[in-house]
C-alpha cells in the first residue's frame, strides 16, 4: 500500500524540473509535460539549466506580476488545454482553486484548476476522518472502521475503497472547516458530531500517476470515535456504499489493493497510532514511519532530486 503512495523515488526523474515563482520552488513538471506548458507562454516559461537550478526549471510568465493576474491566465491556459485534449484529467474539470506555495502556511503565489495540479506538481493538502466504533460481540469488545466505495462516476480511483470521510482542501477552506464540510456532505454526519473528531496529525508522501500528474501531498488526519446508533448515508453521489467493518477485514482489502492509495495509507497510520501495527510485528517498522510522514517541502524534494 505504501509503495502504490509514496512511488515518485522508486525511479530516477533527472528530467523533472522545479515549477519556480518568485525565486521560490512551489511545484515540479514532469519532463513530458514540460512541451505543452511552453506551448502555452501567454502563462509560463521554460527556463534553460543555470548554476543553481541544473536541471532547467519551469516559471510563469513574468509579465503576470499579482495573484489574480496568475489567477485568471492560468485558468484561460487550463480551459485550452481542455478543450484540445491535450491533458485529459483536465476533461473532469472540478472548478476548484488549489493553491501554489513553499508551506501550508505560506501566502499563495497562485492558483491552479483542481483537474491540472497535477501538471505542475504543486503541493496539495486533504484532510481525512478515520471513523470506528466499538461493538460488543460474542468474545468482547471490538473495534470496526467504517469504510465508504468511491462511486464509479468519480474522476480519480472510481470503485475503489476510502475514509468515510475525505476531500481535498481548496481555496479559503481550513483544515477542520473542510472535514466537516466533507462529513456532512458525503456521509449525512451532523455537525455536531463531526465536530468531535480529533486532530491526530498527518501523513505526507509523493505519489505519481502515469496520465495525471506529480502529487506532493500533506493530508491532516482525523479520529473519530462513532456511536453504534449511527450509520452513514449516501448525501452527494461521491460515495455508493458503507461498510463497517473489523480491522482484521479492512487490512484484507487493503493487501488486495481495492483501497485508494492514500486512503490505505491513512489507515496504517491509525493502526500504527493504535498499536496494532508496531516494531514486534512489522519488519522494517522504522522505515515504514519515515515515509508515512516524508518530508515533502519542495525545497526537500529538488535537494533529492539533484543528488540522484
Known sequence: ALNRCDNFFSKPHSKC?????????????????VPLLAKYSSA????????????GFVTLNPALSTVEERNACIRQVCEQIRDNDEHLPLKAWRNELY??????????????????????????????????????????????????????????????????????IGNGLGVRETMVKEAEEEAGMPASLAE???????????????????????????????????????????????????LQEVCRHICSGEFKPNCAVVILDFMVRHGFINADNFDDFDSMLARLHRNVAPSVIYKELISQ
Not at 509560463?44 to 536541471?55: G, H, I, K, R
Not at 464509479?152 to 475503489?160: L, N
Open 44 to 55: 509560463f516559461a521554460v527556463q534553460a539549466e543555470t548554476d543553481q537550478f541544473p536541471l
Open 99 to 168: 493553491m501554489a506555495s513553499t508551506a501550508y502556511s505560506a501566502a499563495p503565489a497562485f492558483g491552479i484548476e483542481r483537474s491540472g495540479a497535477g501538471l505542475i506538481g504543486i503541493k496539495q493538502y486533504g484532510a481525512h476522518m478515520n471513523g470506528y466504533v466499538w461493538m460488543e460481540t460474542e468474545s468482547g469488545r471490538e473495534m470496526r472502521m467504517w469504510i465508504a466505495r468511491r462511486a464509479t462516476t468519480k474522476p480519480c480511483f472510481p470503485g475503489q475503497l476510502d475514509q468515510i470521510v475525505a476531500g481535498g
Open 17 to 33: 524540473r522545479p515549477f519556480i515563482v518568485d525565486e521560490d520552488i512551489v511545484g515540479f513538471v514532469r519532463h513530458d509535460f
Open 196 to 246: 468531535t473528531a480529533v486532530a491526530v496529525g498527518c501523513i505526507s508522501y509523493f505519489f505519481e500517476h502515469p496520465v495525471r500528474g506529480l502529487f506532493p501531498e500533506t493530508e491532516f488526519v482525523f479520529d473519530i470515535e462513532l456511536p453504534a446508533s449511527f450509520t452513514p448515508k449516501i448525501i452527494d453521489g461521491e460515495v455508493s456504499e458503507f461498510f463497517c467493518w473489523p
